[in-house]
């Protein structure tokens, strides 16, 4: 049961939510898993947010006196894996700065700390997912780029379909003509998201030689332009109409997976 003493170990920025007493990190609802040297870095910077906190000082929390350690290799490594499961950039930083020769600090939170909160079990808020066209990589004379095109057609439609059935309550899937009044030129993950108001992505291509095609797809977080999940697809095209649904099928599963609400996200080593 939740209680108010756990309301008030939660901070909040941007997409993220850490729960300092329990070391659980969430981007949108979704768990991400952090190793407890990140995370109590990140509760340090946290708790001084605007404050520079010293090398010396993280050490400190990190590692107690005995221990034997290369803190400075030990420690960078530590702030990496930490950016890595935020997605920052060290160059250009949204959460964590970097103070040469000095530590670090926080940037971006979302009013005081900590703060009441409610308990984040299920995601508070809809998401819209849009499939892209996949993109056709090769083809031979017209007749088989007319053949690529009306496969690609075909499996595009048998993958929104399979994901309009399959994503959970909290994701909804756009209108294939929606999608396709602003894909026709090339763009960034970011500006389509921003474009068609959707947080992820889902994209792919089409390659054919022959008989035999190779299918790749890819779900995007359209905010921070990242893939969540990939997966590549061989097959021969003895019968299109099967070879679409089964790879349709493959693909939903795939992204259902990633987008429901109690997958924890590999992210992170």
Known sequence: METEADN?????????????RTGELRKRGFRISL???PLRILCALLEASGEIV??????????????????????NAAVRRLRVSLGDDAGIP?????????GYRFLAMNGAFPRPARRAVEP?????????PFAI????GSADGAAASTFVDGLVDEAITQLARKCPGHVRVMARTSVMRVTGTDRSAGDLG??????Y??????????TRVRITAQLIDAEDETHLWAATFDRTLVDALNVQTEVAESIAAGVVSSLAPDRQAAVGF
């Open 35 to 37: 190793q407890e040297q």
């Open 54 to 75: 010293t090398r010396q000082e993280l050490c400190r929390r990190l590692w107690p006196d005995g221990t034997f350690v290369d803190f400075e290799h030990s420690l």
């Open 8 to 20: 008030t170990q939660i901070a909040r920025f941007g997409p993220f939510e850490v729960n300092l």
């Open 124 to 132: 508070r808020v809809r998401f819209r997912l849009a499939v892209i």
């Open 94 to 102: 949204r959460f964590i700065e970097t103070m040469p020769r000095r």
């Open 137 to 140: 990589l090769s083809a031979g």
């Open 194 to 199: 921003r474009t068609l108001g959707a947080e």
């Open 201 to 210: 992505l889902v994209e792919g291509t089409v390659r054919r030689e022959g």
